[in-house]
């Protein structure tokens, strides 16, 4: 009996074993119930950490909404990455996988791996210190160089950043450098008005004056009431009218659209028009034609 033979009869009879079978169901039955746990646990870790933060909202010391909303994203994830880790561990010790020395292994390889990712470790590095000193957090509008929008995730190593055209920037946080953050400070919304030459300046100022005393009653996103600075500037045709108004963080755009739409309905009301484009034109009389004319006689005769 030759060799092949050999171990052909001992494969055989080996899976034909009851034992081997028994083995094999114990080992995927053990599996499982490590993948059920470890999707129960981290179903249950994130309402824990839910719940913390709930509790937590309650309290007189607390962080700010946006820190709330960063951390607890950060710690859910932190969560599943560290559960799955060690279910994914316990799997390959069931399988008869030596685990002790495959991350012994893993350290050495991660080891010299390491200094060739320096850009990874950057990201986390950066990550860190992002969330750290609160440079922004999610839900906040920022600008980080030409992308700018609405913070959706922040994690250790990306960030993500959705514009309000719908597009999804996800940044390593190694490249963020600079970062504008729109959302920690009260925002202006800023409106000039043109008003034509011909048109009564004080009584136009009038106008929007009556408008502003209640327009921050009205609008809760207004902190103070609006303010008419005077002429901004002299144009060809026009006087502009500078109005600001001090808002809650990103809530100028708005606030300037309404005050416009105020402002004008104040305007036709007192019938003070828009500032429209105008030609001069001129007509000779038969004297001005006759020294033309002459002009251009004694023009020719010169030549």
Do not use: C
Not at 77 to 98: C, E, H, K, P, Q
Not at 101 to 108: C, D, H, P, V
Not at 110 to 139: N, R
Not at 222 to 245: I, K
Request: charged fraction near 25%.
């Amino acid at each position: 009996m030759g060799h092949f033979e050999t171990y052909l009869k001992h494969l055989t009879s080996k899976w034909l074993n009851e034992d081997t079978w028994i083995e094999i169901g114990e080992t995927v039955l053990k599996i499982i119930v490590v993948m059920l746990v470890a999707s129960l646990v981290i179903k249950f870790g994130k309402k824990a950490i839910g719940k913390i933060f709930a509790v937590r909202a309650k309290a007189p010391l607390r962080f700010s909404e946006r820190r709330e909303a960063t951390l607890l994203r950060l710690m859910v994830n932190t969560l599943t990455y560290l559960v799955w880790f060690v279910a994914i561990v316990t799997i390959l010790s069931i399988l008869g996988i030596n685990v002790q020395g495959l991350l012994a292994g893993a350290g050495i390889v991660g080891l010299a791996v390491g200094f060739g990712a320096q850009s990874l470790v950057k990201d986390v590095i950066s990550g860190f210190f992002i969330i750290f000193e609160d440079q922004f957090s999610v839900g906040d509008t920022v600008q980080v160089g030409k992308y700018e929008g609405v913070v959706e995730e922040i994690g250790l190593r990306t960030t993500k950043i959705k514009n309000w055209t719908g597009e999804l920037y996800i940044i390593p946080n190694g490249n963020i450098s600079e970062v504008t953050n729109l959302s920690i400070h009260n925002s202006v919304a800023v409106v000039d008005v043109r008003i034509p030459y011909e048109e009564d300046i004080d009584k136009a100022e009038a106008a929007i004056q009556e408008i502003l005393v209640s327009f921050a009653g009205q609008h809760e996103e207004v902190v103070t009431e609006p303010e008419l600075l005077g002429v901004q500037q002299l144009g060809t045709t026009d006087v502009t009218l500078r109005v600001v108004a001090e808002t809650l963080p990103m809530a100028h755009w708005y606030i300037a659209r309404v005050l416009k739409k105020e402002i004008k309905k104040a305007l036709d009301e007192n019938r003070i028009h828009a500032p429209y484009p105008k030609m001069v034109t001129y007509s000779r009389t038969e004297k001005e034609e006759a020294l033309a004319g002459q002009f251009l006689k004694g023009d020719e005769h010169g030549r």
